[in-house]
């Protein structure tokens, strides 16, 4: 566990992929000003904008990682994380296209047969095509080992049954990896005889259903599959390999700067607030929050040259979102402690409405994605402790 050894030195972004920050950042600036988008907190699962993730995909900023025999431009994984980086300081919509690139596409090049990579990897690139994932389920959590959806096999592939909750942008998406039992327990293991199935969305026998934020804001869901049937060869991997996929996806989906960037743009304010009028009590605060936020971006970076190495660190992912998750949650509360409270029937600033949204945000930050408490387990049992 690269967290555990006290020698270890936290890398440093390479100094020649600063002249594609500037680049991205002189693109979004011309797209603010042009009205191309309205930045938001949490834009990588509020900010649904299909168009602006096209004008990334061309731009090239869209699976840049990825083999170009795939649609990539096999770009390294420190461009990639400059890129989002900049997205997601800017507040931009990159909700379409985030969790299918960030961890389906490597899914399916890792894991996939060739018709997958065929049918659904250029078009991802593209971002002409997305997907949900379907994971957690209502009776399970976090744990995963208590998945209950199951499918079965029949003529010509499987027909799936059961329910998925919080499937972000499930209603909007094209298609959904389910991860499901296929067969059973093998001596005892809670983790044997799961698989996952790329299930359209469109099927018969889907229904999804709305699961809204305090704010309004809908891209939770809960995703039901009443026989839903599954041709063969939309088949990950083999039969019972599901537990191994999931792992490395989690690697994925739990370090990168999403995990500790939703509320960058509240954090901005508060930085234009302490400059206009510099109270001591902003500006300590400023300090300890960006010492935080800067470990937490050099532990991701350190993630990160991990999966460029096909590795999968489940356990420093564990520990890179529970730290992260937290960062978020308190930036929102210790900012709401230090600016002066609008009036009900004043007009709101950009800020004020960046602030209200975070604050009815802020409670799912530490359960999407494995709640904390879970996470702290992953991490207790690395270091042999129950």
Same mark, same amino acid.
């Given at each position: 566990?690269?967290?555990?050894?006290?020698?270890?030195?936290?890398?440093?972004?390479?100094?020649?992929?600063? /002249?594609?920050?500037?680049?991205?950042?002189?693109?979004?600036? %011309?797209?603010?000003?042009?009205?191309?988008?309205?930045?938001?907190?949490?834009?990588?699962? #509020?900010?649904?904008?299909? @168009?602006?993730?096209?004008?990334?995909?061309?731009?090239?900023?869209?699976? =840049?990682?990825?083999?170009?025999?795939?649609?990539?431009?096999?770009?390294? /994984?420190?461009?990639?994380?400059?890129?989002?980086?900049?997205?997601?300081?800017?507040?931009?919509?990159?909700?379409?296209?985030?969790?299918?690139?960030?961890?389906?596409?490597?899914?399916? =090049?890792?894991?996939?047969?060739?018709?997958?990579?065929?049918?659904?990897?250029?078009?991802?690139?593209?971002?002409?095509?997305?997907?949900?994932?379907?994971?957690?389920?209502?009776?399970?959590?976090?744990?995963?080992?208590?998945?209950? +959806?199951?499918? !079965? !096999?029949?003529?010509?592939?499987?027909?799936?049954?059961?329910?998925?909750?919080?499937?972000?942008?499930?209603?909007?998406?094209?298609?959904?990896?389910?991860?499901?039992?296929?067969? +059973?327990? &093998?001596?005892?293991? !809670?983790?044997?005889?799961?698989?996952?199935?790329?299930? %359209?969305? *469109?099927?018969?026998?889907?229904?999804?259903?709305?699961?809204?934020?305090?704010?309004?804001?809908?891209?939770?869901?809960?995703?039901?599959?009443?026989?839903?049937?599954?041709?063969? #060869?939309?088949?990950?991997? *083999?039969?019972?390999?599901?537990?191994?996929?999931?792992?490395?996806?989690?690697?994925?989906?739990?370090?990168?700067? @999403?995990?500790?960037?939703?509320?960058?743009?509240?954090?901005?304010?508060?930085?234009? =607030? &302490?400059?206009?009028?510099? %109270?001591?009590?902003?500006?300590?605060?400023?300090?300890?929050?960006?010492?935080?936020?800067?470990?937490?971006?050099?532990?991701?970076?350190?993630?990160?040259?991990?999966?460029?190495?096909?590795?999968?660190?489940?356990? @420093?992912?564990?520990?890179?979102?529970?730290?992260?998750?937290?960062?978020?949650? #308190?930036?929102?509360?210790?900012?709401?402690?230090?600016?002066?409270?609008? !009036? /009900?029937?004043?007009?709101?600033?950009?800020? %004020?409405?960046?602030?209200?949204?975070?604050?009815? /945000?802020?409670?799912?930050?530490?359960?999407?994605?494995?709640?904390?408490?879970?996470?702290?387990?992953?991490?207790?049992?690395?270091?042999?402790?129950?």
């Amino acid at each position: 566990m690269i967290f555990q050894d006290p020698g270890f030195e936290l890398p440093e972004l390479p100094a020649d992929v600063e /002249a594609l920050r500037s680049e991205a950042r002189a693109f979004l600036d %011309d797209e603010l000003k042009a009205g191309g988008f309205e930045p938001v907190c949490n834009a990588w699962m #509020d900010g649904y904008a299909p @168009e602006f993730s096209r004008k990334l995909a061309r731009r090239g900023w869209i699976a =840049m990682t990825w083999p170009k025999q795939y649609g990539g431009h096999e770009r390294s /994984a420190f461009e990639n994380f400059v890129v989002n980086e900049e997205l997601l300081a800017a507040g931009a919509p990159v909700a379409a296209h985030w969790a299918g690139v960030r961890q389906t596409g490597p899914l399916f =090049m890792r894991y996939g047969n060739d018709s997958i990579k065929d049918l659904f990897l250029h078009r991802m690139a593209r971002a002409e095509l997305f997907f949900a994932i379907g994971m957690s389920e209502p009776d399970a959590g976090s744990d995963l080992a208590q998945v209950r +959806t199951r499918a !079965r !096999r029949c003529e010509g592939g499987w027909v799936i049954n059961g329910r998925k909750i919080w499937s972000s942008g499930a209603h909007r998406a094209d298609y959904m990896v389910v991860f499901c039992r296929t067969g +059973t327990d &093998a001596d005892g293991d !809670r983790r044997a005889g799961f698989s996952q199935l790329i299930v %359209d969305l *469109k099927a018969p026998g889907i229904t999804i259903r709305p699961i809204y934020m305090m704010s309004g804001a809908h891209h939770f869901n809960e995703t039901i599959f009443d026989d839903v049937f599954v041709p063969e #060869d939309r088949l990950i991997g *083999k039969p019972g390999e599901g537990w191994s996929q999931v792992v490395s996806e989690l690697g994925y989906e739990r370090s990168g700067p @999403e995990r500790f960037m939703s509320t960058f743009p509240v954090l901005i304010g508060l930085v234009r =607030m &302490a400059a206009a009028d510099c %109270d001591s009590r902003r500006v300590v605060a400023l300090g300890q929050l960006t010492a935080r936020l800067w470990t937490l971006r050099r532990m991701s970076i350190a993630l990160l040259t991990l999966l460029a190495k096909g590795q999968s660190p489940e356990v @420093e992912a564990a520990l890179v979102k529970d730290l992260g998750t937290c960062f978020e949650r #308190d930036t929102v509360e210790i900012v709401r402690g230090l600016v002066p409270t609008r !009036r /009900a029937d004043g007009p709101a600033s950009e800020f %004020d409405v960046l602030l209200a949204k975070c604050l009815l /945000a802020a409670p799912a930050f530490t359960l999407r994605g494995g709640t904390n408490e879970i996470l702290r387990n992953v991490i207790a049992r690395s270091l042999g402790l129950r």
